[in-house]
């Protein structure tokens, strides 16, 4: 999954470095974070679908496992370009997850907690 995310990280981060020469440090933040939930909401569309049901992929496992990897490889790359870019003039504030990341991370976490579950010897 790592190849097929790589190319729209590297494309935002050129934008990010032209953003940070360009702006404040507060908007440059509230862009990244804004960058970052975008991002992060098209897999939480993904999810939805899959728990939904919508086309032949139901409640596919491989689906969650890869939408966990790609959730892994965006927060990631957005709290080290945002460390790395702001350093010490960072809130702790700014690193929380967006709206869209954390319900993302919810939603595997509650999928993850019903298929362990429904494994169960008993």
């Known amino acids: 999954m790592h190849e097929q995310v790589h ?3 590297e494309c935002i981060e050129d ?3 032209n953003l940070h020469q360009a702006v404040d440090s507060r908007v440059y933040v509230a862009v990244g974070r804004g960058l970052w939930d975008w991002a ?3 897999v939480y569309e993904y999810l939805e679908g899959l728990q939904q049901g919508l086309g032949l992929n139901k409640g ?3 689906g969650r496992q890869n939408a966990a990897a790609v ?3 965006i927060d990631s790359f957005f709290t080290a370009t945002l460390s790395a870019t702001l350093q010490h003039e960072l809130h ?3 690193m929380d997850l967006p709206l869209h990341s954390d319900s993302t991370h919810k939603l595997l976490a509650e999928n993850s907690t019903s ?3 429904s494994y169960t010897v008993y």
């Open 40 to 42: 992060s909401q098209d």
């Open 7 to 9: 190319p729209i990280l």
């Open 92 to 94: 702790e504030r700014d």
């Open 60 to 62: 596919a496992w491989r």
């Open 15 to 17: 934008v990010m470095a």
């Open 71 to 73: 959730m892994s490889d």
């Open 115 to 117: 298929m362990n579950m």
